[in-house]
């Protein structure tokens, strides 16, 4: 399948992974859902981190994605691991990983989804 964002034009790709009938050629729509939060969590700590002059520079995310069949094929569970190698105070980083859970997309996810978070500070 292909999306094309209206606004930008900019267009992605999905396909359904080979073990649901796909070519597992590009980002599955669960693998989107995945990607999706972890850049929101990003995107609303970076503003929180300007608006406080801090600096997330060379943070990462990793994100797994845990698929459930029954009672329907679903996202079961996510893990999402920030590594952030900038030293920041113990008071900042509650206040970025606040901001990080409060997120949209965290928000709009059921709450049947596990969802576990690690931050790792100063390391990379």
């Known amino acids: 399948m292909r999306a094309k964002h209206g606004p930008s034009g900019v267009e992605i790709t999905t396909d359904a992974p080979v073990d ?15 990607t999706s939060l972890a850049t929101c969590m990003a995107t609303i700590m970076a503003i929180v ?4 002059h801090l600096s997330l520079e060379g943070m990462r995310i990793r994100v797994e994605k845990h698929m ?7 996202v079961g569970s996510l893990i999402v691991e920030f590594f952030v190698p900038t030293v920041i105070e113990a008071k900042q980083q509650k206040l ?5 859970h409060t997120c949209p997309v965290h928000a709009s996810l059921h709450p049947d989804i596990q969802i576990k ?3 790792n500070w100063g390391k990379n």
Do not use: C, M, W, Y
Not at 20 to 34: H, I, M, V, Y
Not at 49 to 52: F, N
């Open 68 to 74: 459930v069949k029954e009672p329907v094929r679903r």
């Open 20 to 34: 649901n009938q796909g070519k597992g050629r590009s980002f599955s729509p669960t693998d989107l859902l995945a």
């Open 96 to 100: 970025l990983e606040h901001a990080a």
């Open 117 to 119: 978070i690690n931050f």
């Open 49 to 52: 981190a300007e608006r406080h």
